[in-house]
T-cell receptor, first 113, second 110 residues
């Protein structure tokens, strides 16, 4: 049981480049979400999904897109990378966001130069 | 608007001591409460849920005070391995209902 798997672990992008951060879970969790964590800011929600085919915006969605074609996968796309998107990105999943805690992936450290 | 507030610390505590820290939340309609632990450069991991009656898990005790809107975490007989950042998490107020505090940094000293 792998839990939540994120790839890549590290990435350096040039300003204006696009890329996709991958997230997959094998726990049959309906709820998945993406957070970014910056020093002094705590975890901030980017996008979330309550099930396949359903996504919604979080606190800081600008510059990011998501899709949820399957229960297992929830990729995060950076459309045109900016230095302000330099951060650590965490994907998380939960059986039920109301009751259960989240299981986090190990994170992707992104640097935009 | 600071929805979940924590003292960032650091709390420097000798090994074996008892340490407690609190978290306050602003949304009185909040329904679920959690403590997470995050080690340096690692992902957050669920430490324990917090129930209205209070709950204990080994050396860790969590308390919820709905009237005053705060949550506490008590660690007894602290170990070096307890050194980490502890995140207070509340359901209610955020876009998806879960709001994270910025964390309290705990350092256990030998």
């Amino acid at each position: 049981n792998a839990g939540v798997t994120q790839t890549p672990k590290f990435q350096v992008l040039k300003t204006g480049q696009s890329m996709t951060l991958q997230c997959a879970q094998d726990m049959n969790h309906e709820y998945m979400s993406w957070y970014r964590q910056d020093p002094g800011m705590g975890l901030r929600l980017i996008h979330y999904s309550v099930g396949a085919g359903i996504t919604d915006q979080g606190e800081v969605p600008n510059g990011y897109n998501v899709s949820r074609s399957t229960t297992e996968d929830f990729p995060l796309r950076l459309l045109s990378a900016a230095p302000s998107q330099t951060s650590v990105y965490f994907c998380a999943s939960s059986l039920d966001r109301a009751t259960y805690g989240y299981t986090f992936g190990s994170g992707t450290r992104l640097t935009v130069v | 608007r600071k929805e979940v507030e924590q003292d960032p610390g650091p709390f420097n505590v000798p090994e074996g001591a008892t340490v407690a820290f609190n978290c306050t939340y602003s949304n009185s309609a909040s329904q679920s409460f959690f403590w997470y632990r995050q080690d340096c450069r690692k992902e957050p991991k669920l430490l324990m849920s917090v129930y209205s009656s209070g709950n204990e898990d080994g050396r860790f005790t969590a308390q919820l005070n709905r009237a005053s809107q705060y949550i506490s975490l008590l660690i007894r007989d602290s170990k070096l391995s307890d050194s980490a950042t502890y995140l207070c998490v509340v359901r209610g107020g955020g876009a998806d209902g879960l709001t994270f505090g910025k964390g309290t940094h705990l350092i256990i000293q030998p």
